[in-house]
């Protein structure tokens, strides 16, 4: 089968989405027990560049340092096939072959872009891994000078930025390619959600209790409790989470330009122009890269975003508008 950044999506997959997210908002909102949960133990490790947490409740403490260091390390294999900044990374080798040539790929990358073309689609390209060109654009990239590009300059980056430009089969083993010869691709908060799934799917071989694998903006987990939930940070307040997965999509700093502009470094696909109508934006649901990459079209979409998020069972989110104003999606618990 042959599968390329369409239109047209796999039925299979939307549906194990479906179920595995349903899984998920069932977990934001039910009690695993009540019990006082075992000793908690935690580690931080920097890989690949991200700063991963692994917290773990055990009451052995041997075993729960054990079951972190091979979480840890199960992270570290994912990032260096999928995360666009390290050299050698089955995503650096594919934008660096020219276009229109199959480049081999393991299963972990052909989950990670059929996932990324799903959420593409589903947002209408409010997602899209294909988006770093826009860096450039605005003068963001290689220490330049930022600035606000001219409208048509803006229309002709975006030819590049277009998620349909990748193509992935399964047909002679598991080969993506680029169809366009200037297409980059990063995957972003995906990649960072792939490498904390794999380490909580560890943890949960290991045998551990309860568990959680953070970045600053990413979280997956399991085990908690109703009288013990995993508190993660948000921009405003906390999000108390029992299983599944959050991603944080914020705005940043403000940028000033060449030209006196303020702009944010965090932009709208389907526009060319940073994304500016909220302050941030939260997604959970059952994988953590999936509520990544969620979490950034979210944020892209605006006003739009809260509607998205309310039509589509698997995701609970919340969302801060520009005017200060939060809205929290009913079944997501922030405190």
């Given at each position: 089968?042959?599968?390329?950044?369409?239109?047209?999506?796999?039925?299979?997959?939307?549906?194990?989405?479906?179920?595995?997210?349903?899984?998920?908002?069932?977990?934001?909102?039910?009690?695993?027990?009540?019990?006082?949960?075992?000793?908690?133990?935690?580690?931080?490790?920097?890989?690949?560049?991200?700063?991963?947490?692994?917290?773990?409740?055990?009451?052995?403490?041997?075993?729960?340092?054990?079951?972190?260091?091979?979480?840890?390390?199960?992270?570290?294999?994912?990032?260096?096939?999928?995360?666009?900044?390290?050299?050698?990374?089955?995503?650096?080798?594919?934008?660096?072959?020219?276009?229109?040539?199959?480049?081999?790929?393991?299963?972990?990358?052909?989950?990670?872009?059929s996932q990324a073309f799903e959420v593409a689609e589903a947002t209408d390209g409010a997602y899209d891994p294909t988006w770093p060109p826009l860096l450039d654009l605005w003068g963001l990239a290689h220490g330049d000078v930022p600035h606000v590009p001219r409208d048509f300059e803006i229309d002709m980056m975006l030819r590049r930025v277009d998620w349909t430009n990748v193509e992935v089969t399964d047909e002679e083993g598991l080969q993506a390619r680029r169809l366009g010869m200037r297409t980059q691709i990063d995957l972003g908060g995906l990649a960072r959600g792939a490498m904390l799934d794999a380490a909580v799917a560890q943890l949960r071989l290991a045998g551990m209790a309860a568990g959680r694998a953070s970045t600053r903006d990413e979280h997956a987990l399991f085990g908690g409790t109703r009288a013990q939930p995993w508190r993660i940070p948000l921009p405003e307040g906390n999000a108390l989470l029992r299983e599944g997965a959050l991603a944080v999509a914020q705005r940043g700093a403000p940028i000033e330009t060449a030209s006196g502009d303020t702009i944010y470094a965090r932009f709208d696909p389907r526009t060319g122009r940073p994304a500016a109508a909220s302050r941030w934006a939260a997604v959970a649901t059952a994988r953590a890269s999936t509520a990544a990459a969620y979490a950034d079209a979210v944020f892209a979409m605006g006003a739009e975003g809260r509607a998205f998020v309310k039509d589509r069972r698997e995701l609970l989110g919340a969302i801060e508008n520009d005017d200060g104003i939060l809205w929290v999606s009913r079944g997501l618990d922030v405190q």
């Open positions: 089968m042959r599968r390329r950044g369409s239109r047209t999506g796999s039925v299979a997959s939307r549906l194990l989405l479906v179920l595995l997210a349903a899984g998920s908002a069932a977990g934001c909102t039910g009690a695993s027990g009540s019990h006082a949960p075992p000793a908690e133990w935690s580690d931080t490790r920097i890989v690949h560049g991200v700063e991963i947490v692994v917290a773990v409740r055990h009451p052995d403490e041997t075993a729960a340092r054990a079951a972190i260091a091979t979480a840890l390390s199960a992270a570290e294999e994912i990032g260096g096939r999928l995360l666009a900044g390290v050299r050698g990374s089955e995503i650096d080798i594919l934008v660096h072959v020219p276009s229109h040539v199959w480049v081999e790929i393991s299963g972990t990358t052909y989950e990670a872009l």
